[in-house]
């Protein structure tokens, strides 16, 4: 699967953007789908996971109730909602998909698990 995240910018604190993620190549409908995002200095951690069905979702405990994941899979797309950004928030988000087809949503995956990556997509929140 090739993954192409876009959708970033700049926003000030409590501001709203919305991140989409392209995929092409392999079935992009079997693979479950997360959003991983690596603030400068810091490693890569996971902020939303969504199964490949779209019937599940997961969330980061510093995000939840504040950001959406979504995906479309007749449109091979997916989707990263942000509302009421904070200055923490401040990263490279990156979309990727799990390295097993058809598998169960990780709740917390680790770098590790993940089979296929997007280039990162650049979000500033200003204070």
């Known amino acids: 699967v090739q993954l192409q995240a876009s959708g970033g910018g700049l926003v000030q604190a409590g501001g709203s953007l919305r991140l989409s993620c392209a995929a092409s190549?392999?079935?992009?409908?079997?693979?479950?789908m997360y959003w991983f995002r690596q603030a400068p200095g810091k490693e890569r951690e996971f902020v939303a996971g969504i199964s490949w069905g779209g019937g599940t979702t997961h969330y980061a405990d510093s995000v939840k109730g504040r950001f959406t994941i979504s995906r479309d899979n007749a449109k091979n797309m997916g989707y990263l909602q942000m509302n009421s950004l904070k200055p923490e928030g401040t990263a490279v988000y990156y979309c990727?998909?799990?390295?097993?087809?058809?598998?169960?949503?990780?709740?917390?995956?680790?770098?590790?698990?993940?089979?296929?990556w997007g280039q990162g997509t650049l979000v500033t929140v200003s204070s």
């Open positions: 190549g392999r079935t992009f409908s079997s693979y479950a």
């Open positions: 990727a998909a799990d390295e097993i087809p058809y598998g169960r949503l990780r709740a917390g995956p680790r770098v590790g698990d993940i089979g296929f």
